[in-house]
């Protein structure tokens, strides 16, 4: 029988007619259309069955990226990003191989968290894309009923995760009060594998957060407590519970106060009960106000916003020491032993999921997009542990790969500093050296009058992002989000402030009408800061008609998606989408047919590739 016979009959047998004709060449990824096709091919075959579906979509993705004439690798620097995605995306695989040593797995290194002494994953599993529903427990009649959400397709998805989780020696989980149903299926996943023997309580660490309000009561308070604790107390305690969201100085002066009747000391009261082990708060606020809360001396950790891309709402607010963002404050933080948690690094810090074809390809085939963020925030600001919001275990590859390099301590500083040198330079040569050094010093906070309560920095960040970087998507969201304040002029600046701020989207979009010589009078350029405010608004608002092809020659190109099916709370949370899926004319998210076929077919065309090769 001829090697062609032979080959030709393995085909057969192993894609069925129907199978055929969906594989036809619009499915076939452009690298296994070219010359190197059958080597990539043979290699993603040898890892094809210790790599699950999402993970091999993901790599598929980004091989197609970077075979595109834009940054075509040469042939052996691509076979080696090949090789290395697939071994990266076995780690489910490897980790339950018994034959493997249990010393020669990956685990998640651990850091001490500030004065909680905790041993803490420098990873973080984030609990709030991965819950069933987005509606909190205290909305009448939409409210999820609990032993039904416990018993959807979401937990099963939950456990699955909180298990790769646990296999890695990633042990943190990181929930809230407000994220829906996320604190009530996390403590019943994890109570449930303590009650199986699986794990012990001293195994994971337990985090949930509880909002203060300006001017609450402790009562109040108390209440929001006690409907978190008929939650969380099968766990026996809370190892780090955090005021959430605090923002305004409304908010700080109920949270700092020391009245024997004030929030603080009854959280305090609760601490020494053992009932909850640290204090800490999150925020989304200024740096000036972010600063205050850390200097008070008075919390254990804090969870904020440090990014490379720039530090999301603090971005371009005075920081108190004469720069913006957060940088200092997470030095300060650091200075008095505070732990440190990133928040949203990949979301928030860049959208790095979907990241730029600028972003992918300045940081450069070494490295993920995610993972370089994760190396940043560890070994250049000292963060100690990076929130990843999971919505399913796949989403852990690219931070596992961070993880593998952040041991090798050396190789760790020499990747990141020169990623982070490309970027850097790339900035410099589009926005010029003195608006990359000095364009977002010196302009209000939204929660400075001269402001009129327009997020000035937040905005200019903005521009910068999509003038460097090209993230387009990533920036028309965070405009978004400005443009739904809403704001009176029949108002006082106090009384639009304490109505339509929220804690957690502070700040309002461009508003041409009003003046704003003063909040940019000591800007080194307020002229050249004026006209790029007016033209983010014109680039991002809701109503922005450029088209695709206008985008895209401005640079403003995704690289790569990486997610594979939409998370089952539904990646836009809005009061109208949350609704419509509690009552059943929306469906949420979760594994789609869609995703799942796009895997079968892409498996099938990588399998024919591999098997072709064998004629050469």
Known sequence: M???????????????????????????????SSSRGPQVAAILDKYADKIHDDSFLKIVRQLDFWHADEQSLPDEEFLALAERLARIASWREVVDDASIPEEKKMTIPKVRFGRTELQMPIITCGGMRIQETWIPDNVPLLKSNKSKVVLSPSQEN?????????????????????????????????????????????????????????????????????????????????????????????????????????????LL???????????????????????????????????????????????????????????????????????????????????????????????????????????????????HTVSVGLARSSDLDEVIEA?????????????????????EDLAIQKLGKDWYEKGLLNVP??????????????????????????????SKDRYGSLEKTSWSK????????????????PGRSYDESVDLTEALSNHYDPELAKSKLVEVHNWLKKDATLSEGEQAKLGWK??????????????????????????????????????????KIMRGIVRRSSLLSLED
């Open 2 to 32: 001829s090697r062609r016979f032979s080959l030709t009959k393995t085909l057969s047998s192993v894609f069925s007619p129907e199978e055929k004709k969906e594989e036809d060449d619009e499915n076939t990824p452009s690298f296994l």
């Open 158 to 266: 939950l456990k699955d995760v909180i298990l790769s989780c646990l296999k890695i020696g990633l042990n943190h989980f990181e929930t809230a009060r407000f994220y829906g149903s996320s604190e009530v299926q996390f403590v019943d996943a994890l109570s449930n594998l303590m009650e199986d023997g699986t794990i012990k309580r001293s195994d994971f660490i337990f985090q949930t957060k509880l909002a203060p309000g300006a001017g609450m009561t402790r009562a109040d308070f108390g209440k929001q407590w006690e409907a978190s604790w008929s939650n969380v107390k099968k766990l026996g305690h809370v190892d780090l519970l955090a005021f959430h969201c605090v923002s305004d100085s409304g908010q700080i002066d109920t949270m700092l106060s020391d009245a024997d009747d004030g929030l603080y000391n009854f």
């Open 269 to 383: 009261e609760l601490q020494k009960a053992g009932t909850i082990k640290h204090i800490g708060f999150s925020t989304h606020g200024s740096a000036a106000n972010i600063m205050r809360m850390i200097n008070s001396n008075k919390f254990a950790y804090v969870n904020l916003h440090k990014h490379f891309f720039g530090d999301y709402h603090a971005a371009g607010t005075p920081d108190t020491l004469g720069g913006q963002g957060n940088a200092a404050c997470v030095k300060r933080a650091l200075e008095l032993d505070m732990g440190v948690f990133g928040i949203s690094p990949f979301d928030k810090g860049g959208k790095l999921y979907r990241p730029s074809a600028v972003v992918a390809a300045a940081i450069g085939p070494e490295l993920s997009p995610i993972a370089f963020s994760a190396l940043h925030l560890w070994k250049m600001q000292g963060v």
């Open 403 to 423: 993880a593998r390099i952040y041991a090798e301590d050396e190789k760790a500083d020499a990747v990141v500093k020169a990623a982070e040198g490309r970027l």
């Open 445 to 474: 906070s939204f929660y400075e009058e001269t402001s009129d309560g327009m997020s000035i920095g937040h905005m200019l960040w903005l521009h910068d992002c999509l003038t460097a970087y090209g993230m387009h998507e990533f």
């Open 490 to 505: 029949s108002k006082s600046y106090e009384e639009n402030v304490k109505k339509h701020f929220n804690s957690g989207n």
């Open 558 to 599: 995704q690289a790569y998606n990486l997610t594979t099916w939409e998370e089952f709370p539904g990646e836009v949370v809005s009061i109208s989408n949350v609704i419509l899926s509690r009552i059943g004319l929306k469906s949420g998210g979760g594994n789609s047919e869609g995703a799942v076929k796009e895997a």
